[in-house]
């Protein structure tokens, strides 16, 4: 069972570069969701989707961008990087009301 | 803005003590979750707790949610160095599926 594959797992961008983080899941989950991880931040919501063509920001969604075209896929767009957004990004997946199937991160460094 | 305060936030322990980790929040969730998480890896869900005053085993883990629904414990009893990681908790809100976490507790376990 795949659960929650994300791609890719590490990069390094430029600032100013663009880039596309790529979630998906094979247990046809409703929703979608993603996150990222700074020490002593715990986990942030940055945007999530509660079914297809639908999106929502979450707590910090400046500077970034979705899009759920299919159910399975949920892709977070970053437009023009910044060092700011140096993080570990989770994407995570569930039915309603159920506890999180998570991926294993992407881990990416803007300079 | 819901908030989920974890304390404490580093434990450092011998093999076979107790320890005792709690969340607590000003704000009522529908359910609380926790999440262990090892380095390089996403979190994986332990428990969901969805009742006020609900107690919930596994093995050496006992999870409690407040009778309020603000606030929930973990204890572990005899820890091993398999228990090291970092431990997430999570509430629920019904409506949107959404999960707040608190910013963890990085628990070392020493042979």
């Known amino acids: 069972n795949a659960g929650v594959t994300q791609t890719p797992k590490f990069r390094v961008l430029k600032t100013g570069q663009s880039m596309t983080l790529l979630c998906a899941q094979d247990?046809?989950?409703?929703?979608m969701y993603w996150y990222r991880q700074d020490p002593g931040m715990g986990l942030r919501l940055i945007h999530y989707?509660?079914?297809?063509?639908?999106?929502a920001k979450g707590e910090v969604p400046d500077g970034y961008n979705v899009s759920r075209l299919k159910k399975q896929n949920f892709l977070l767009g970053l437009e023009s990087a910044a060092p700011s957004q140096t993080s570990v990004y989770f994407c995570?997946?569930?039915?309603?009301?159920?506890?999180?199937?998570f991926g294993s991160g992407t881990r990416l460094t803007v300079v | 803005t819901q908030l989920l305060e974890q304390s404490p936030q580093f434990l450092s322990i011998q093999e076979g003590e107790n320890l005792t980790v709690y969340c607590n929040s000003s704000s009522v969730f529908s359910s609380l979750q926790w999440y262990r998480q090892e380095p390089g890896e996403g979190p994986v869900l332990l428990v969901t707790?969805?009742?006020?005053?609900e107690v919930k085993k596994l093995k050496r883990l006992t999870f409690q949610f407040g009778d309020a629904r603000k606030d929930s414990s973990l204890h572990i009893t005899a820890a091993q160095p398999g228990d090291t990681g970092l431990y997430l908790c999570?509430?629920?809100?019904?409506?949107?599926?959404?999960?707040?976490f608190g910013q963890g507790t990085t628990l070392q376990v020493k042979p």
């Open positions: 999570a509430g629920g809100s019904s409506n949107t599926g959404k999960l707040i």
């Open positions: 707790v969805v009742t006020g005053g």
């Open positions: 989707s509660v079914g297809e063509g639908t999106t």
């Open positions: 247990m046809n989950h409703e929703y």
């Open positions: 995570a997946s569930s039915y309603p009301g159920h506890g999180y199937t």
